[in-house]
């Protein structure tokens, strides 16, 4: 009998590309929330729900060895323009062979930084902001 929690995907096996170029990540998070407005009828006593809008926000966080979000929006400083920044990731399920694959586009970078503390090791914490991601592939 096989061990059912060979089953569940790991993180370990995660990958995300940002414009194509791999990202070593640490570890990778977004959520969609969906807006909706309270929608009534006369004579109906119940509330129903009708979206109105998405959003998308997510975290990158990478070991620091290369400084991938100034290099990001090094020009916004200056021009005031977001660059063009898509996102792909790949959560693999290395039991079963399967994969979800998502690409987010219109990825705007909402803030970046340093600190460091001595002795410890230096990551990068990258939030952003895209438009819904498209799935191109499913578990």
């Known amino acids: 009998m096989s061990n059912k929690g060979n089953q569940v995907a790991t993180g370990t096996n995660t990958m995300v590309w940002i ?3 791999p990202v070593s990540v ?20 119940n509330t129903y729900k009708r ?5 998308c926000e ?9 400084s991938v979000a100034a290099k990001l929006v ?5 021009t005031g323009l977001n660059p063009d920044i898509t996102i792909t990731s790949k959560i693999i399920n ?6 979800e694959r998502a690409a987010f586009r219109d990825v705007v970078i909402s803030e970046y930084g340093a600190s460091s503390e ?6 990068e914490s ?3 902001s895209s438009s819904i991601p498209e799935f191109i592939e499913y578990m």
């Open 19 to 21: 414009n194509g170029q």
């Open 26 to 45: 640490k570890s990778f998070e977004y959520k969609i929330s969906v807006e909706t407005e309270d929608v009534k009828f006369p004579n109906d006593l």
């Open 51 to 55: 979206t109105v809008g998405m959003t």
């Open 58 to 66: 997510g975290t990158i966080t990478v070991n620091k060895t290369e």
């Open 74 to 78: 090094a020009g916004t400083a200056k």
């Open 94 to 99: 290395d039991s079963t062979g399967k994969a």
């Open 118 to 123: 001595n002795g410890g090791l230096l990551e």
């Open 126 to 128: 990258i939030p952003f």
